[in-house]
């Protein structure tokens, strides 16, 4: 409903790799991050219910704070529930849930993307989750930073293939493996951002993906 009324009514989503989504059990959906529409968009992209946090400002939004609401969207008030946080995730991926959480944990530009915090990484390894990695493009036009409420603009959202965190870790030092985790899920992330038409540059400046 929310799909029909709200994003076919403002241009449009498109939606590709939705084969790649496991149907059951828990699972760490990671997609890149460039405008407050990113969560719902995800929410109504995918073929099962997904949680994830927000912060506790978005909610007080009106008719945006019901729609993240009632998309699975729990409060976090940013520096007061960190911990609080973390173990609300892995208790819902414990009890096989699927999780939405931003590895650049604030949106971006639309044309970088930004260093990955060491969430994303230290929850994989925690729960032993699959990792989905996720490209959305569009929403930056659609409601672009600075701006009070979104425009007319289609949205595209590709879902790549889900790893695991020891699928990478096969150095000899733990922060080796924070490392490989990173750089694979952001590789994966790039990928599907270029799939989707979304252009970013990662964090070395190389071109790797809107055409």
């Not at 959906?29 to 995918?46: G, Q, T």
Request: hydrophobic share 40%.
């Amino acid at each position: 409903m929310v799909r029909v009324f709200f994003f076919k009514g403002t241009g449009g989503l498109t939606i590709r790799g939705l084969e790649n989504i496991p149907k059951v059990g828990p699972l760490i959906v990671a997609p890149n991050h460039v405008s407050h529409l990113d969560p719902p968009v995800i929410a109504c992209a995918m073929n099962r219910q997904i949680t994830f946090m927000a912060k506790a400002e978005l909610f007080e939004h009106g008719l945006f704070g019901k729609l993240i609401a009632s998309l699975g969207a729990f409060p976090v008030r940013r520096g007061e529930g960190d911990m609080e946080a973390i173990r609300l995730t892995l208790k819902l991926l414990e009890e096989g849930r699927a999780v939405l959480m931003f590895p650049e944990g604030t949106r971006g530009d639309g044309q970088t993307m930004l260093p990955f915090n060491k969430g994303v990484g230290m929850i994989a390894k925690r729960a032993g989750a699959p990792v989905l990695p996720v490209g959305i493009s569009g929403t930056h036009r659609k409601w672009p930073r600075g701006k009070s409420k979104p425009k007319w603009g289609r949205v595209t959202v590709v879902f790549g293939e889900p790893f695991r965190y020891e699928e990478v870790a096969v150095h000899p030092s733990e922060a080796e493996n924070r490392d490989a985790f990173a750089a694979e899920l952001q590789r994966r992330i790039l990928k599907a951002c270029q799939e989707g038409g979304l252009r970013l540059c990662a964090e070395d400046g190389m071109r790797r993906g809107e055409s």
